[in-house]
T-cell receptor
Framework: DADVTQTPRNRITKTGKRIMLECSQT?????MYWYRQDPGLGLRLIYY???????NKGEISDGYSVSRQAQAKFSLSLESAIPNQTALYFC????????????FGPGTRLTVL | GESVGLHLPTLSVQEGDNSIINCAYSNSASDYFIWYKQESGKGPQFIID?????DKRQGQRVTVLLNKTVKHLSLQIAATQPGDSAVYFCAERPSYGKLTFGQGTILTVHP
């Protein structure tokens, strides 16, 4: 969905490096999410934010941090990347409380060597 | 260490056939059940949802069935087309809670 963009789309890095994945949205949604997808597995929630001043941990937040710079921007950082963090990362947005429909970006494929 | 991925359930159908994708859920407190479609190289896309007080809901070419007694959810796709080939995820959430996604099922439609 072009309304939710992620940069970079692909990244290869080395163990111990700090990495930032960025997400921007033009949908005007207040809620943003970061998910991780591993081969053969569903999506697992890393962090989510209901507005600029609200940040919440998901089920697998260890080793990650986030920043909600503005309503439209939500960044995910890996402070010291490890090979187990090799995965496909998705940003998503939704509107309102309890929304079933989330709008996903195209994903960032991250490889940690 | 290297992680080993799980093998997703797969379903292969001929174009024009009806498809049924199944999902078992575990949380009795879930109030909403949702289906997402993920095409190769793209993010998941919402298809349809159903609330726990319903047992059937229809959309365009899709029907979702909910059986709370056995905690089972299914997605029926009528007249399946090659463009329906994707990974399909079920998801659930309690009222005002967060989505929890299932493992996914690979649907392959043969022309």
């Amino acid at each position: 969905d072009a309304d939710v963009t992620q940069t970079p789309r692909n990244r290869i890095t080395k163990t111990g490096k700090r990495i930032m994945l960025e997400c921007s949205q033009t949908k005007g949604h207040d809620r943003m999410y970061w998910y991780r997808q591993d081969p053969g597995l569903g999506l697992r929630l890393i962090y989510y934010s209901f507005d600029v001043k609200d940040i919440n941990k998901g089920e697998i937040s260890d080793g990650y941090s986030v920043s909600r710079q503005a309503q439209a921007k939500f960044s995910l950082s890996l402070e010291s990347a490890i090979p187990n963090q090799t995965a496909l990362y998705f940003c998503a947005t939704s509107v309102g409380q309890g929304a079933n429909e989330q709008f996903f970006g195209p994903g960032t494929r991250l490889t940690v060597l | 260490g290297e992680s080993v991925g799980l093998h997703l359930p797969t379903l292969s159908v001929q174009e024009g056939d009806n498809s049924i994708i199944n999902c078992a859920y575990s949380n009795s407190a879930s109030d909403y059940f949702i289906w997402y479609k993920q095409e190769s190289g793209k993010g998941p896309q919402f298809i349809i949802d159903i609330r726990s007080n319903m047992d059937k809901r229809q959309g365009q070419r899709v029907t979702v069935l909910l059986n709370k007694t056995v905690k089972h959810l299914s997605l029926q796709i009528a007249a399946t087309q090659p463009g329906d080939s994707a990974v399909y995820f079920c998801a659930e959430r309690p009222s005002y809670g967060k989505l929890t996604f299932g493992q996914g099922t690979i649907l392959t439609v043969h022309p």
